[in-house]
């Protein structure tokens, strides 16, 4: 079964990453105050980043490899500048590795 993995704006600026196998009920899940708690209290959330993986599996990974990145590597991801992904990951102290969990090229 393939799954999502999604990043959320919520209204304070702040960001919820999560993963899914059907991402627009769980979207609708969030803003009806019935998906996580910390998006219950930052309704309304919309979706700034999604992508499909094959397997449910390899959504969550890559969840919580973004859980473990600096809110700068989240925006960077968001706006597709991958050459900012790349740079913020070599940087000393980034955390978390490559998207899909490569890591950054030399």
């Not at 627009?24 to 009806?32: L, P, Q």
């Not at 599996?57 to 700068?72: C, D, F, M, T």
Request: glycine letters at 12%.
């Amino acid at each position: 079964m393939s799954g999502y993995v999604y990043i959320l704006e919520c209204s304070d600026g702040s960001y919820y990453v999560g993963s899914t196998v059907d991402l627009e009920r769980r979207v609708n899940e969030h803003n009806d105050g019935k998906g996580a708690a910390y998006t219950s209290r930052r309704r309304p959330v919309r979706v700034v980043f999604s992508e499909q993986f094959p397997t449910v599996e390899e959504a969550y990974r890559l969840e919580k490899r973004i859980q473990g990145w600096s809110r700068g590597k989240r925006r960077a991801l968001i706006d597709g500048d991958f050459d900012l992904l790349r740079d913020l990951a070599r940087r000393p102290g980034a955390r978390g590795k490559g998207i899909g969990g490569a890591e950054p090229a030399p």
